[in-house]
């Protein structure tokens, strides 16, 4: 069973930055296509980023797109989500998530992953 771990997580200002990160129990990010999603409260999960397998592709959702920069370390077997200019509308618990077909592209919806972590909460206040 690959565990999926997020972190980074927490309470910031609007305008300010965090950074998300995310590591698996095997080396599977080298391999496999990467997903970040999110679910803010009352809402369904949503996509926000994703890099193909083969790391030639990297496509986000429009909310985010020139805010939000998801990068991938294979050496190190992580992912990470570096996120500027929050906003309140970024509130949510954030995914990391693994998709294990080796699509040419990006899916962006979240049946297609397989491992998924726990979430790590994003709280962003006005």
């Known amino acids: 069973q690959v565990q999926v771990t997020e972190s980074g997580g927490g309470l910031v200002q609007a305008g300010g930055s965090l950074r998300l990160n995310c590591t698996a129990s095997?080396?599977?990010?080298?391999?496999?296509?990467l997903g970040w999603f999110r679910q803010p409260p009352g809402k369904d999960r949503e996509f926000v980023a994703g890099?193909?397998?083969?790391?030639?592709?990297?496509l986000y959702a429009d909310s985010v797109k020139g805010r939000f920069t998801m990068s991938r370390d294979g050496a190190d077997n992580t992912v990470s989500l570096q996120m500027t200019s929050l906003e309140p509308e970024d509130t949510a618990v954030y995914y990391c998530a693994v998709d294990r077909i080796r699509r040419t592209g990006v899916a962006r919806q979240h049946h297609n992953y397989d491992y998924w972590g726990q979430g790590t909460q994003v709280t962003v206040s006005a």
């Open positions: 095997t080396r599977i990010f080298e391999s496999f296509a």
């Open positions: 890099i193909n397998w083969i790391g030639s592709t990297t």
